[in-house]
């Protein structure tokens, strides 16, 4: 008999609090910037998802095709017995390793969206009906307690979504990652690869408009969450290559001097003409980056996998 639990460890009003510390910071201060997690609210998620199926935007097929060519190799190097998965969302990709791992007892997806989390396991439990699903409502760059399953246990954080953090904030994240690791455990890491910056600048800067979208999607979080008299209207996409950091930048720019009030905050933000503000980073990796950042956290990597083209990277490591 499968079963199903949920915990959570968010305060009740964490999402609040935590938009409004972002919000003061990171718009108070040149250069203004928010950090990117505020785009997933239920229509940034599904702005999202629709990016996911865009013709330029390649890391999700590309990931897909590693999981789908290689999960048995994953799951015979992890042995996992419980496979843990941070920021799952809809945990579509995850169904490929699900398959895969034959011993696996339980399955601990962590996000922070609840509906998520529901929604996937309960299509996960359908077709695994000895599964344990044990979700975790919270935020994966803060400390976790996972529940108590059996080992070993494979940690999983899929999509590239490591290349939002900022390179201190990712090194922090490995190292939390590491102090959930026991010997024996493994850690699977998906990461986008350097490539040419066409390809690059054009996933983050579709024809369709989506990810512009997207992007200015954070304005209506703005409005709705904080009373922010933010009008996307006024902003323009945008999408470009930094080949220092090897990173995408998102960013907003005004398209004339507008200034967005933030009442309940009682500050209100001015833009000049052209002044911009970053939404995100997307780091693009190569291997011995990767290497280098595991090592640094105590982690060996032992397994790279990528998709055919070269583009996107799976890679296993261990303690
Ligand atoms: C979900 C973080 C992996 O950085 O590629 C897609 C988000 N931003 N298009 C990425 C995103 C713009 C995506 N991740």
């Known amino acids: 008999m499968s079963t199903f639990d949920l915990t959570r460890t968010l305060p009740e009003d964490a999402t609040g609090a935590a938009l409004r510390a972002d919000v003061t910071e990171g718009l108070t201060t040149t ?80 996000d922070v969206s609840e509906s998520a989390l529901t929604g996937a396991a309960h299509a ?51 190292k939390s990652v590491r102090a959930l690791l026991a010997p024996g455990d493994g850690f699977l890491l998906g990461t986008d690869l350097v490539k040419d910056p066409a390809v690059l600048v054009r996933a983050y800067d579709d024809a369709a408009g989506v990810t512009a979208e997207f992007n200015k999607n954070v304005l209506r979080v703005l409005a709705r969450e904080l009373g922010a008299d933010a009008d996307p209207a006024d902003f323009d996409h945008v999408a470009l290559w930094d080949p220092e950091h090897e990173w995408i930048e998102m960013r907003l720019r005004a398209r004339s001097a507008v200034t967005v009030k933030f009442p309940e905050l009682g500050f209100a933000v001015p833009f000049e ?23 640094a956290a105590g982690l060996e990597l032992t397994h790279w996998w990528t998709d055919a083209a070269g583009r996107f990277a799976l890679s296993l490591s261990v303690p």
């Open 124 to 174: 996960l439990l359908a077709d695994h009906p000895e599964l344990h699903v044990r979700a975790l409502v919270a935020d994966f760059t803060a400390a976790l307690e996972l529940p108590d399953t059996p080992g070993p246990k494979l940690v999983a954080f899929l999509g590239g979504t490591i290349g939002n953090l900022l390179p201190r904030e990712r090194a922090a994240f490995l």
């Open 273 to 295: 003409k052209g002044e911009e503000l970053r939404t995100e980073v997307s780091a693009k990796f190569r291997e011995e980056g990767v290497r280098a950042e595991l090592a």
């Open 31 to 110: 250069p203004r910037t928010l950090p990117p997690k505020w785009f997933y609210d239920a229509r940034g998620s599904e702005l999202f998802d629709e990016i996911t199926r865009l013709p330029e935007y390649y890391p999700t097929r590309a990931e897909r095709e590693i999981l789908v060519d290689r999960s048995p190799e994953i799951a015979a190097a992890s042995g996992a017995r419980t496979l843990v998965e941070l920021g799952s969302g809809s945990s579509e990709k995850t169904r490929h390793l699900l398959a895969a791992l034959t011993g696996l007892h339980s399955y601990v997806p962590v």
